[in-house]
């Protein structure tokens, strides 16, 4: 007897091995036709696999993340086999499932272009049409490598002569055509179902390494049904209507150039939009009880090394030398985080348990190589200011303060309208300072705050920093795309380093824990999820120009320039346009820049003390009184903090 015990519970008892396919038909026909795959004892495995003792089952269908994963990297196979069939003598590499999809490198006799997609996508449905078994063979090494050598297949004989001994060679059928895979995969290529869209072509080296050939990839999306299809293909589009590289020149922010990789040059109005971020979050701080620090950016390598950056996170680090002529030969290196500065301020005279919490914010300008492939606008940069703050304090005082600093957090994104947050936890990484015991006491102390808070989270295994667990926190925007942005750490390794201690109530010496805390994260980053998530179209507080006096004539060139200082007195960004042009281009030139309002004045205008108010997107305009409109827009621009402190 083989007893299956079913994830509600439930046991099956069959007489004999039975398969995944019979046990999902022996519950239900319904369900028999939407398996994909099995979950035995927790390990995914192919739906035709026999189960022979007893076991925990659980059937994967497309509603399962396995399941959509399978579907993708099935996609990836059905592809290759289109690919091939369409253009014999392209030999396949490498296709793994991605996020959203998927992808496989092909060594092609000439690259493929984007005009070349359609046709590879139709084929494709027709493999998903002649519904191909899917079977799994073990094959010899030796016999392998012979194999894909003769059929001209060299970088799949490669793949395969690299395979460790004593692993199996596990290579899948699908009718004629076959592959190198571990799997598992689905029951045949039916099972794919059509939802699924070629998406673009790019080059990529194989094994990634620039000295070896470039290869052609394909990139593909695939859901489990077509209305999860359209849905994703439409989010890209308002996606890319929102790109804030796009935004960024129309509305004068910012650019990038050569000579300065991964580093932002801020135009006028862009640093604005940086400095209303800067002083909002100045305010918070100080509201918390932090103070403000600011610590250099270039520092002995000897500081890395004792902090542990130096063996850890080294090839993500600049460092800089003198010329050799020079009495200082020391090598420098450009800070990649703020922590050891702020150990330094903190290591400055004595501490006593009296002076904790102490909660140091700084505005620090870092630098981290990222490759150049990698940099993308202001969400990829190679240099950006962090709003980090480093809180030392006792270890009974570490969960109440990560319980402050995740209650502040959330109140902040509110304040920027985003109300869907995700909490992940990450615990120890690999590659790590500090004993198991400590790191114990840590990620309890982290989970401890979430849990007394009754706050969800989700665990990210090995994703914590080299001092100390952390937690990551997930905004979701307005087209329902995830950013991570903020922070928090705790650590005790870091401060065991430096040996900075405090002296406790009893007069001896104690190591206090050390919070890190980012806020935003990167504020060129946050700068760009900000304009992506309102498409450009900032809440007026946050607007680099939140107001522009436009005139219709020159007769109220003077009254214009009146309405604008009245403006500016009430603390508004404002601007005018004198410009001898017609009204309708300067209100289509500042509704492009998103200038949340304009202000219309003539000859009319000035003799009533009146404006003509036009809000940004809509089509009527407010005729009001001077006086009434620079209140009601004064209101409408304070900031959401400021506003709470007035009510």
């Known amino acids: 007897m083989v007893a299956i015990t079913l994830p509600d519970g439930s046991v099956r008892s069959f007489e004999s091995a039975v ?100 046709k590879i996508e139709e084929r494709m449905k027709q493999i998903v049409d002649r519904d191909l078994p899917l079977v799994r063979e073990e094959w010899e090494r030796d016999k392998a490598v012979a194999h894909f050598n003769s059929i001209g ?83 890209l589009e308002e996606a890319e209507k929102r790109d804030h590289r796009r935004l960024g020149k129309e509305m004068d922010l910012f650019h990038f150039q050569e000579e300065a990789p991964g580093a932002v040059f801020w135009h006028p109005q862009g640093w604005t939009l940086f400095r209303t971020l800067m002083d909002y979050m100045r305010r918070r701080q100080d509201e918390a009880g932090y103070v403000e620090i600011n610590t250099p950016e270039l520092m002995d390598r000897q500081m890395w090394m004792t902090s542990g950056h130096w063996d850890t996170f080294r090839e993500n680090m600049f460092f800089t030398r003198f010329f050799p002529d020079r009495e200082d030969e020391r090598i420098y290196a450009v800070k990649p985080m703020n922590c050891p ?32 492939g990698a940099l993308h606008g202001l969400m990829r940069v190679r240099a950006f200011t962090q709003d980090d703050a480093h809180i030392f304090c006792t270890l009974e005082q570490m969960e109440d303060e990560c319980k402050k600093v995740v209650d502040l957090i959330l ?14 936890f990450s615990d120890r990484p690999e590659k790590r300072i500090g004993s198991d015991e400590v790191w114990d006491k840590l990620e309890a102390a982290l989970k401890g705050a979430l849990d007394h ?40 390794n870091l401060t065991e380093r430096f040996d900075v201690n405090y002296v406790g109530e009893d007069g001896a010496k104690h190591r206090p824990v050390m919070l890190h805390r980012a806020l935003f994260g990167s504020l060129e980053r946050f700068t760009g999820i900000l304009i992506e ?5 900032l809440p007026a507080w946050l607007a680099p120009t939140q107001a522009v006096v436009a005139t219709i004539t020159s007769d109220g060139d003077a ?17 005018v346009d004198l410009r001898n042009e017609k009204i309708n281009l300067k209100v289509r030139e500042h509704s492009l820049a998103k200038v949340p309002f304009m202000l219309v004045v003539g000859k009319r205008e000035a003799e009533n003390r009146q404006v003509a108010l036009r809000r940004l997107g809509g089509e009527k305009q407010e005729v009001l009184a001077l006086d009434e409109a620079v209140a009601m827009l004064k209101a409408e621009s304070t900031p959401p903090d400021i506003r709470r402190d007035v009510a």
């Open 19 to 118: 398969t995944g396919a019979d046990l999902a038909a022996s519950i239900g026909a319904g369900l028999a036709k939407a398996a994909l795959a099995l979950k035995l004892d927790g390990t995914l495995v192919d739906l035709s696999t026999r189960i022979e003792k007893d076991a925990k089952v659980a059937i994967v269908t497309s509603k399962d993340p396995e399941g959509l994963e399978l579907l993708r990297h099935d996609a990836a196979h059905v592809m290759a086999q289109a690919v091939q069939e369409l253009f014999p003598g392209t030999q396949v590499t490498i296709g793994p499932a991605i996020e959203n999809g998927f992808y496989y490198d092909f060594a092609a006799k000439t690259p493929f272009t984007l005009e070349d997609l359609p």
């Open 153 to 235: 297949e060299h970088y799949k004989a490669e793949l395969i002569a690299a395979i460790p001994d004593g692993q199996p060679i596990s290579i899948y059928r699908q009718g004629d055509w076959m592959d190198l895979c571990r799997g598992p995969h689905l029951p045949s290529t039916g099972k794919l179902g059509k939802a699924f869209k070629l998406m673009k072509v790019a080059g990529a080296y194989w094994r990634g390494d620039s000295k070896n050939a470039m290869l052609s990839r394909i990139y593909g999306t695939a859901w489990a049904s077509e209305k999860e299809l359209t849905a994703y293909t439409t989010m």
């Open 341 to 372: 500065g702020g150990i330094q301020v903190y290591a400055q005279g004595i501490k006593s348990y009296r002076d904790l919490p102490l909660r140091m914010a700084e505005f620090g300008k870092v630098h981290r190589y990222e490759p150049s």
């Open 411 to 424: 109140d902040i994104y509110k304040d920027f309208g985003f109300d869907s947050v995700r909490i992940k």
């Open 453 to 492: 808070m009754k706050l969800a989270y989700t665990l990210n295994p090995g994703e914590g920093a080299f001092y100390g667990p952390k937690l990551e926190f997930v905004l979701r925007d307005a087209i329902g795309r995830d950013w991570q942005c903020g922070t928090l750490q705790v650590d005790m």
């Open 533 to 537: 998530n309102y498409a450009g179209r």
């Open 559 to 575: 009254y214009a320039e009146e309405v604008r200082w009245a403006l500016k007195k009430a603390g508004l960004k404002a601007d």
